[in-house]
């Protein structure tokens, strides 16, 4: 039946490209789909209805897309991933479809502002920070590489928590994304999958008299598929994004008007549908709840589910999987579906083990995201056996046959076997998921150069010993369409009267810039786009927070999440001891540039410390601004709720870009890559993708400053004593004395205790090791800073240099590297 709907259906198109024909669908549209006339239309119907309008142009791409993938049986990229941070789309979908300036016309002529719809959209704020804003990246470059790609991942009805601050203390709102309408999601819900949870297993023997085992779940819940267009960047592709949300099955509908227990029923429903509520807000420090392992095996089994029954032919033979697709593992968050496919082959497909192995081996590739221990998810046995008995079986099975085959290579090391076993002893019995992804990965990745290697050594030892092949690198990315095209339209153009078009999809051509840095004409043009960023910021920050910034002075940012190991107590000590120079005497303010301090960053609403440090930031900036003897030497401000939306106003601003943590922690980072590509210049450790910006861009390009990695090391092996270097430094004693003495708290000692004390006494991330270090780099920027001709140079030899750092470079490698397949390649 679908093979004679498919030859007699009629072709869609786009509607027509030009102003009246736009016009005409966006009237339609506010008339016919939000039922307004223009003269009682809000600016949410006006919004809404040109977000429908825009989606119709990208509707024909999306179907033709997914029916030539269909038709050509090619292999696909399934990127399971926990989070997404979109940002927003309405203005995505105007570049890829190359419908800005008609839209602006056509709104224009009905005395609609773009502007102002745009700023209505509430962007999807379906992650935590790096992770989910990379993904987010690494869909968009595979939509405009043409490359087949599925994402997976769950719809939140409640993504990252909106920020505010009361009295300088963050103070968490739910992000409702939701409840003005969504007009970019195409829910499906008569498509929805079921997914098990709990209840036990049982052995049987077959009709072939073989021993089996049959999982006898205990509840169950729908998956409701909602897909998201992906558009490629001008060049006729729309992949999918395709979201799960949890609803209860028709059981509860049942028991609802069957049973007496009416309430408890509708109760139980709401339970089920728990799982896909709220995003988990803790960024590199996951905490073990129950609704988490929930929702990872939900979104897994759904994605699997959905792969194996929709997007392969039905009569697909299960052998040829791995030609038809490669499961990328976005940190171990989805590591569960590796037992799951297990299960579906062996249990319910009826394959050998050893059979099914092989297969499920060859589908799966992880990308380790971290260093920190406690990033490292661990699952206790009890909990993950209590919820998913099956696949804890089938966890077992697979170590017990790895440590086998480790046992005999390794003939008698019974250490080796424990330290490399999935499931780990102390201080609980529980299993390492990085452990399980390794073993059951084709390929392992680290997330830029230094990182893979710290991976190696550090994380990983035994097991890139035992298998030295199955470890790779691919360096973060991001895309340029949003970071540059979208978040710096006048960079852009500028770029492309110098270079011609076509870079946005190349960004290695950024490169021809190069001899443009030389050139005072252009050096003077580079500095208007700049000073350009600088005044669009401001109206933005006035408007939005009533935030005023000074005319003229340095912009220095530091956005990214709050967290120990990004040391944003390293930058405040910084701002504090520059202050109590100042107002000691013994710094002149007029003998360094004056500059704003720009954060943006939230806190885990469980992680103390760092909400405390957002308290200093906010209390130093009231005390710092307040003070006439420091008035237009040193600013500092601190948005609220640091997002995607935020970012692209921020980052092209930025003259300098703060990316201080301690070396050997962070795995790559992709802020530093935004801040590079819009031509500001980094003071920076030796850490993550640092390294690679520092040799792409040049020495005398970026302020390096830090302990490198083997020093953190020494030192902590040695002994780490914070309080020495208090001693020994009369600068850094003096900043936190005036943190110490209430000076930032109106006079009150206790505020800021649980920091100061923390610095003095454990300092885990050696901020106060690599303090001097810090302001002598800083010393460095102020003196660069007052060559304005030098500095521009700089600055555009930065840009010049950075393409590497797009995302479809990533992909590129990701292709290369892990995914290696010729049907992948572009068409
Ligand atoms: C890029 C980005 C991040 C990641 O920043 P890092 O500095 O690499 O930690 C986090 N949040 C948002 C909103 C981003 O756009």
Redesign the pocket.
């Known amino acids: 039946m679908t093979e004679n709907r498919a030859n007699s259906t009629a072709p869609v198109t786009a509607p027509q490209h030009s102003v009246e024909g736009f016009v005409k669908e966006f009237l339609r549209e506010l008339h016919f789909g939000q039922g307004v006339t223009l003269e009682r239309a809000s600016v949410n119907d006006e919004y809404l209805a040109l977000a429908r309008t825009v989606r119709e142009y990208l509707m024909a791409r999306w179907l033709e897309t997914v029916r030539r993938q269909r038709d050509a049986q090619a292999k696909s990229v399934a990127y399971l991933s926990a989070e997404y941070?979109l940002g927003r789309q309405l203005d995505n979908a105007l570049i890829a479809t190359d419908m800005t300036e008609i839209v602006e016309e056509g709104l224009a002529s009905l005395g609609i502002e773009l502007s102002t719809l745009r700023e209505q959209e509430v962007e999807p704020g379906l992650g935590n920070?790096?992770l989910g804003?990379l993904a987010a990246c690494f869909v968009d470059s595979l939509a405009t590489m043409s490359v087949p790609c599925i994402g997976y991942g769950i719809r939140y009805e409640y993504g990252i928590f909106r920020q505010t601050f009361v009295d300088g203390f963050q103070v968490e709102q739910a992000d409702t994304w939701l409840t003005l309408g969504a007009p970019w999601e195409f829910p499906h819900p008569e498509a929805a999958v079921t997914v098990h949870f709990g209840g036990s297993t049982e052995r049987y023997t077959d009709d072939d008299g073989v021993e089996r085992t049959r999982w006898v779940p205990a509840w169950d819940v729908l998956g409701v598929p909602y897909n998201y267009m992906v558009p490629g960047y001008q060049n006729g592709r729309v992949n999918t994004l395709r979201l799960w949300s949890a609803r209860a099955t028709k059981a509860f509908d049942l028991a609802i008007f069957n049973s007496g227990e009416y309430v408890d029923a509708v109760r139980a429903q709401t339970f089920a549908e728990n799982i896909s509520k709220v995003l988990y807000p803790e960024d590199s420090t996951p905490q073990g709840k129950e609704l988490r392992l929930q929702q990872q095996y939900f979104f897994v089994a759904c994605s699997i589910r959905d792969f194996v029954d929709n997007v392969l032919p039905a009569d697909f033979d299960l052998h040829n999987l791995p030609d038809r697709i490669i499961f990328q593992l976005n940190d171990t968050h989805p590591v569960i579906a590796v037992p799951e496919l297990m299960r579906i082959l062996v249990d319910e497909k009826k394959w050998d083990w050893d059979e099914a192995w092989a297969v499920t081996q060859k589908c799966f590739a992880y990308t380790c995201h971290t260093l920190l221990p406690e990033a490292l998810e661990v699952w206790p046995v009890a909990l993950l056996g209590k919820l998913l008995p099956r696949h804890l079986e089938i966890i077992y099975r697979i170590n017990d046959d790895f440590l086998a085959e480790v046992a005999q290579r390794y003939p008698g090391d019974e250490l080796r076997l424990r330290r490399m076993s999935i499931i780990a002893e102390y201080p609980e019995r529980s299993v390492r998921m990085a452990f399980l992804a390794t073993v059951a990965g084709a390929k392992v990745n680290g997330v830029a150069a230094l990182h893979s290697q710290l991976l190696r050594d550090k994380v990983l030892p035994d097991f890139s010993e035992y298998w030295p092949d199955k470890f790779t690198n691919v360096t973060n990315g991001?895309t340029p369409r949003r970071f540059v095209r979208l978040a710096n339209p006048a960079l852009s153009e500028l770029i492309t009267d110098a270079i011609g078009p076509g870079w946005l999809t190349d960004l290695a051509r950024l490169r021809e810039m190069e001899p443009l840095a030389d050139d005072a004409e252009f050096r003077e043009k580079f500095r208007a786009v700049k000073a350009h960023n600088k005044q669009r910021l401001s109206a933005l920050l006035q408007r939005r927070d009533g935030i005023t910034l000074p005319g003229d002075a340095m912009l220095d940012v530091m956005?990214?999440?709050l967290h120990e190991y990004?040391r944003q107590t390293l930058k405040v000590l910084h701002i504090v001891s520059l202050y109590e120079r100042i107002i000691s005497g013994e710094l002149d303010p007029t003998s360094i540039p004056p500059r704003v301090f720009a954060f943006g960053a939230k806190a885990a609403p469980g992680y103390k410390m760092a909400k405390q440090t957002i308290a200093l930031i906010n209390h130093v900036g009231r005390v710092v601004n307040d003070d006439p003897r420091v008035k237009g030497a040193l600013t500092v401000v601190f948005p609220p709720n640091?997002?995607?939306t935020l970012?692209e106003t921020l980052i092209p601003a930025a003259d300098l870009s703060e990316?201080i943590s301690l070396a050997g922690k962070e795995a790559s980072?992709?802020?530093?890559m935004?801040f590079a590509l819009n031509g500001a210049l980094t003071i920076g450790t030796d850490d993550g993708a640092n390294v690679e910006i520092r040799e792409l861009v040049g020495d005398e390009n970026f302020f390096l400053f830090g302990l490198v990695e083997p020093e953190v090391d020494a030192l902590v092996t040695a002994g780490y004593h914070p309080s020495s270097y208090y001693e020994e430094n009369p600068t850094l004693r003096r900043a936190i004395d005036r943190i110490a003495s209430g000076a930032f708290a109106g006079g009150d000692r206790t505020v800021f205790e649980p920091i100061v004390s923390n610095l003095l006494h454990e300092d885990r991330f050696l901020v106060l090791a690599d303090f001097q270090a810090y302001l002598d780099a800083q010393d460095r920027v102020d003196a660069a800073y007052r060559d304005t001709e030098a500095w521009t140079r700089s600055a555009i030899l930065n840009v010049a240099r950075s393409g590497y750092f797009s995302s479809d470079r990533a992909m590129w490698d990701y292709i290369d590297r892990i995914w290696h397949s010729q049907p992948l390649a572009a068409r």
């Open positions: 941070l920070g790096g804003r991001v956005v990214k999440r990004k640091y997002n995607v970012a990316q980072g992709t802020g530093n935004k």
